[in-house]
């Protein structure tokens, strides 16, 4: 298996070259850390925990040498955060590692100003002092603990998990608050019965599989929920916890890592990563999927009109077609031949 390929790390970079400039004390943690090669050298240097449930940043870090943890736990002297993209998230994720500092130890977060990070400064000062140095397009602030503001129990609860039309699901993952356009499309168009072994690839909170698997006429014995990240499969266990069939939950890089064989696929594959558009990991997806489809297996995504998704789908399919576009969305079909 290649090591997955990470867009952009420039905020990871210019954290790490400041934290090896600062005088830290005692066990420190990361969150949301990604690859770099001076992580490395800070990990050398100090006691590091580092926190991440992106699965591929997570094996780009594992091909570093570095263990990862998909969640805060343990008491810090320092913590360091990179900033995501839902500000909800972030907010959420800063409250929590407040709580795993020592009275006294030292919070840092990194955000791309382009992703707010004149805003979230205003934000912080809510905690107390906060001294920032920037660079690198980025932005780096710092402020020690002391004692509970008010203001992070709101942030906790705006980040929390929650019901949210009967589906269990959190800020930061996408469409986390309503149904997205496209999933809706391809759900209309789906044929009425799925039969066999499916799977939802880049399931989210699994709203494809839950919609699938709840119809009346159902004929699927087991139905494999893939993505890449932690949270959103924490929340898609809970939503298809009561399904008549059997379901398996995989934390997968469906980009680079093998997928289980399967009869049928639906798919609303991302085509960002992070910040940063990125077409060709939509298309390592499909082609990913593909090649886990049983003979004679079907695929069903839903994607942006624009994007060439058609070459893949021509490449490994006996017959593919654009069943529908409606609203800037296409969905697409596509068939492996019955005999290999």
């Known amino acids: 298996m290649a090591a997955p390929v990470i867009a952009d790390a420039t905020d990871a970079g210019f954290l790490y070259r400041q934290l090896l400039r600062l005088p830290l004390d005692g066990t420190g943690a990361i969150v949301h850390a990604r690859a770099h090669p001076l992580l490395s050298e800070l990990a050398g240097r100090y006691e590091v925990r580092c926190v991440q449930y992106a699965r591929d940043q997570a094996l780009a870090l594992q091909a570093l040498g570095v263990a990862s943890e998909q969640r805060l736990q343990g008491v810090f002297g ?167 069939c059997q379901t398996m939950l995989h934390w997968l890089d469906a980009a680079c890592e093998a997928l289980p064989a399967v009869d049928w696929i639906v798919c609303n594959p991302p085509f960002h990563q992070g910040l940063a558009r990125r077409t060709e990991l939509g298309q390592r997806i499909l082609a990913q999927g593909l090649a886990s489809l049983r003979p004679g297996g079907e695929i069903w995504l839903v994607a942006n009109r624009r994007l060439p998704y058609e070459r893949v789908l021509r490449s490994a399919c006996q017959e593919y077609a654009c069943v529908a576009q409606e609203d800037g969305f296409k969905v697409l079909y596509g068939r492996r031949a019955r005999t290999p």
């Open 78 to 244: 320092w913590c360091a955060l990179l900033a995501v993209k839902s500000r909800q998230r972030t907010l959420a994720d800063i409250a929590d590692a407040w709580i795993h500092l020592v009275e006294g130890g030292c919070l840092i977060v990194v955000a791309a100003n382009r992703g707010g990070a004149k805003s979230l400064h205003k934000r912080l000062q809510a905690l107390g002092d906060v001294r920032h140095v920037s660079g690198a397009k980025c932005r780096l602030m710092m402020l020690r603990r002391q004692g509970e503001p008010d203001m992070l129990a709101t942030w906790r609860a705006q980040g929390a998990r929650r019901l949210v039309n009967g589906l269990w699901t959190e800020p930061g993952l996408f469409s986390w608050d309503r149904l997205d356009r496209g999933s809706a499309l391809l759900v209309r168009h789906l044929p009425r019965v799925l039969r066999g072994e499916g799977m939802d690839l880049c399931c989210g909170y699994g709203v494809l599989a839950r919609a699938i698997v709840r119809r009346p006429h159902s004929r699927c014995s087991t139905v494999h929920l893939v993505d890449a990240d932690a949270r959103a499969l924490a929340c898609a266990r809970l939503n298809v916890r009561d399904m008549p």
